[in-house]
């Protein structure tokens, strides 16, 4: 058996194992995405590479047998800076989206379509766990929210294909039926920590953080200078904007989530503060917040929108926890690749059989109020949203190495490959955009013995999976269906979603 060394780690590698599997043996992780035990090695990714004795050119480790007193590194920054480079080539191309436009640009990224998906299928417990988890205040904000997702929506930009899904108005359905129930949602809240937080201020960004923090496990305490908890959602709105039964509503639900109120307090010392509670989280300009004192972006940037507030609010919850818990706080940036806007024959294909009904208009007001959606309301504009992003993020092994090693999507963003999705398997979807030609799916097709199974199709940057002489799907992947959607590393190939 060859002995080798593996980041200064000796390895008794297995007679004719592969630097990859001898990595393997010893625990060592290195990232593939072309690499599938019991097939052929592809090299086609080249995210496994590493350098061998110290040579300038770096191999693939999937298809390099080890030898004898191989030194091999695989963790040094020249060989990370190549499989980074070889991640944002593979993105370059990469007709995919992690998530939908809409929660992508929802300050508090709101999963819509899971939302919606829920709505569809008349799943009200789940949407309003969706809204409230991403929103804390989704009934309140469905009725002041400007609609920032909605500026996202395909349907809406697109022009021809109607206005855009009235997100807003969905979730103040979904948030609306919650509180007319008398069993409402909460989350379940970690054990205890006992730790005290101070949190000035009422607002939405102060309710957002108690909320995160509250869920945490921490105790919560609220202290503002008004007589009721609100901030500008109470005393800044034109009358009747924003109906105060929802907002004492969802007020309600963080109290008897274990917030506590000091209300009609000013706050006198900081550093009397500091004394009584283990941090303090200020959401307002604040004198004398220096040490051990966390102050949101609201407090510091006006911020026209509440939503933003309710985003920043629970920036800071999770800043006080990383404190608390000794650990460092790194701002959270979500990896996104994007695909951009769609040209009018990718839209129409798109949109498929989705509702080509106009935007729905909800029921008459009542008692003064704007109008909310009827359940059946709700679901027809439901019906109305494509349910864009992508169903694979969480398994999306190009998604996962990506975010890894930092790989930028958009580093040498071109011309993008045509979003085009095929659906005439009976059992798999087949995103041809999505797919990276790693090759792992032909050679699964040609082991099962498939009668036509996959190939390359094309030449050069053309070059493409498809089952050959231009048959369909279903005859190319009648054995290896389940096989090749499984293997998939960007999930290009999946399993009919509801």
Known sequence: MPKVVIDNIEVLAPDGATVLEAAESAGIAIPHLCYLKGIEPQTSCLVCVVRINGAKRMVPSCATKVADGMVIESSSPDVHLARRTALELLLAEHAGECFAPCSQVCPAHLDIPEMVRQIRENDMPSAIQTARDALVLPGVLGYICPGLCEKGCRRGTAGAHGAAVAICSLHRHVAEVDLHNADHWLPACKPSTGKRIAIIGAGPAGLACAWELLKLGHSCTILDSHPLPGGTLRYGLEPGKLPAEILDAEVDLITRLGAQWQMGTTIASIADLRTQF??????????????????????????????????????????????????????????????????????????????????????????????????????????????????????????????????????????????????????????????????????????????????????????????????????????????AAKACPTGAIHHRRP
């Open 278 to 483: 283990d941090a303090v989280a200020a959401t307002g300009p604040v004198q004398g917040a220096a040490g051990g004192v966390f102050i949101s972006a609201s407090a510091t940037h006006a911020r026209h929108h509440a939503v933003q507030a309710v985003a920043d609010g629970k920036e800071l919850a999770h800043q006080v926890d990383d404190f608390l818990a000794s650990k460092p706080h790194a701002a959270h940036r979500r990896f996104a690749v994007r695909l951009g806007a769609l040209s009018e024959a990718e839209m129409k294909a798109w949109l498929g059989d989705t509702s080509q009904a106009p935007r729905t208009i909800p029921s008459a007001p009542s008692k003064g109020q704007s109008a909310s959606f009827t359940e059946s309301e709700a679901q027809d504009e439901a019906d109305r949203c494509r349910l864009c992003g992508c169903g694979s993020t969480d398994i999306c092994a190009l998604r996962r190495y990506s975010i890894e090693y930092s790989a930028e999507p958009s580093r040498y963003r071109g011309h993008r490959k045509p979003v085009r999705t095929i659906t005439t398997h009976p059992d798999l979807v087949f995103e041809e955009g999505k797919c990276i030609a790693c090759g792992l799916c032909v050679a699964i097709a040609k082991q099962a013995g498939e009668k036509t199974g996959l190939a390359f199709v094309g030449r050069g940057f053309d070059v493409q999976v498809a089952v050959p002489f231009g048959k369909e799907l279903a005859e190319g992947l009648q054995k290896a269906a389940e096989a």
